[in-house]
C-alpha cells in the first residue's frame, strides 16, 4: 500500500513538472498601482509605476494592452514617473461611445494628464499610438515635453502600409479552433506577434488583458473587430504633419518589421519579399522624412527585434536611448 502511494505520488510530481503542463507565472507583487478614471463617456485604465521625476506616459500599439511596459517601466522609474494607459475598447478602458477617431484619442490622452494633475509630460507612442502623440505635440505644445517614437515612425496614411495590411491579413485573423480555448489562442498569438521569443510573464498578462474567457471556455478577443476596423481605418486616414512639432523628438526603428508566423516557404518567403520590396524602402522613406521636416530629432536603430519584439530582444538599448534622450546625456 505505502509502495502505491508513493507511486501515484511520484506520478503527480512529473506530471505537475512537465514543461507542457506549465503555464507562465504571474508576477505576485504587482510593481504598478491600477486606477480609473471615470467620465459620462469613458472609464480610463491605467496603471502608475511611480517613480521620481518627470512624467513619462507609454501608449500601447493596437491590440496590446500597458502590461506589455512592464520590463521597461521598472528601469525607467529611477528617472520618471511612467504611466501607461489602455486605451478606449482596449483592457479594461471601456468608451459609451463609438468614436475611436485620432481627436478622440488624443482627448482620451488629455484627459489622463488632467485627471492626474500632470501638467506636462514626455510621451512614448508605439506603433499606431505614433498618430496620438503626433496630434497631441500639435495642439498643446505647452504640455508636451517630448516625443519618443517607439517604432511608431511611419506614417499610417501612405500607401505602403496598406499593401502590406492586405499583405498580412490573411495571417491576423484566427480561425474558429484558435479560439476554442485560450491555450490554443495563446499558442497562435505567440508565433504571430512574437515567434522570436520565449513566451514570457510580460506576454502572459498582456494577453490576459486583451483577451476576455467566455463560459464555454472559448475566446473573444479585445479590442473586437468592430473596434479593430475603426481604429485601423482612422490611423490610415491620418497624414502627419511634422512641422508643426516643437519638441525635440526621438525615433526608434528597428531592423526588421516582422518575425514569420509559420517556418513553412510559402509564408517565409512572403514575408521576406515583402521586407525587401515593401517595408524596408517605407521605413527608409519614413526616416528620411522626420529627419528632414523635425527641427529638433534623434534617430536610433535598434539592432535585436521587430516591430513587436523590440521591447525584450533590445530592452537594454531601449532604456539607454530614452534615459540618454529625455536627461540630455
Known amino acids: 500500500m505505502r509502495v502505491k502511494i508513493i507511486l501515484i505520488g511520484l506520478t503527480i510530481l512529473l506530471i505537475s513538472c512537465n514543461p507542457t503542463q506549465k503555464k507562465p507565472a504571474m508576477e505576485a507583487n504587482p510593481t504598478y498601482k491600477e486606477g480609473f478614471i471615470q467620465t459620462d463617456r469613458i472609464k480610463l485604465h491605467y496603471l502608475d509605476w511611480g517613480g521620481s521625476g518627470q512624467p513619462l506616459v507609454l501608449l ?87 516625443l519618443i517614437y517607439f517604432e511608431s515612425g511611419y506614417d499610417l496614411s501612405d500607401e505602403a502600409f496598406r499593401t502590406i495590411h492586405k499583405t498580412v491579413h490573411q495571417f491576423l485573423q484566427p480561425d474558429s479552433l484558435v479560439l476554442q480555448s485560450i491555450d490554443a489562442y495563446r499558442e497562435w498569438y505567440h508565433h504571430l506577434w512574437f515567434g522570436d521569443i520565449e513566451w514570457n510573464p510580460v506576454l502572459e498578462a498582456n494577453l490576459i488583458a486583451s483577451t476576455l474567457i467566455n463560459p464555454d471556455g472559448s475566446v473573444t478577443i479585445i479590442p473586437n473587430d468592430y473596434v479593430s476596423k475603426l481604429l485601423l481605418e482612422s490611423a490610415m486616414s491620418y497624414h502627419r504633419d511634422y512641422k508643426k512639432i516643437k519638441c525635440p523628438v526621438l525615433a526608434i526603428y528597428t531592423k526588421s518589421f516582422f518575425y514569420p508566423p509559420g517556418k513553412d516557404e510559402g509564408t517565409v518567403n512572403i514575408y521576406k519579399n515583402m521586407e525587401e520590396n515593401v517595408i524596408n524602402p517605407w521605413r527608409q522613406s519614413n526616416i528620411n522624412r522626420i529627419r528632414s521636416e523635425l527641427k529638433n530629432v534623434t534617430i536610433k536603430e535598434i539592432p535585436g527585434g521587430t516591430h513587436t519584439s523590440l521591447i525584450f530582444l533590445s530592452r537594454d538599448s531601449i532604456i539607454e536611448s530614452i534615459n540618454s534622450f529625455l536627461l540630455n546625456k
Open 60 to 146: 500601447h500599439a493596437w491590440g496590446d494592452s500597458p502590461y506589455l511596459f512592464e520590463g521597461i517601466a521598472n528601469s525607467l522609474k529611477k528617472n520618471f514617473r511612467i504611466i501607461a494607459y489602455s486605451k478606449r475598447g482596449h483592457g479594461k478602458s471601456e468608451a459609451t461611445d463609438s468614436l475611436y477617431d485620432n481627436s478622440t484619442l488624443v482627448a482620451d490622452l488629455k484627459l489622463l494628464l488632467d485627471s492626474l494633475n500632470i501638467k506636462k509630460a514626455n510621451l512614448l507612442g508605439w506603433s499606431m499610438a505614433g498618430n496620438e502623440i503626433t496630434e497631441f505635440a500639435t495642439r498643446y505644445p505647452e504640455r508636451t515635453s517630448r
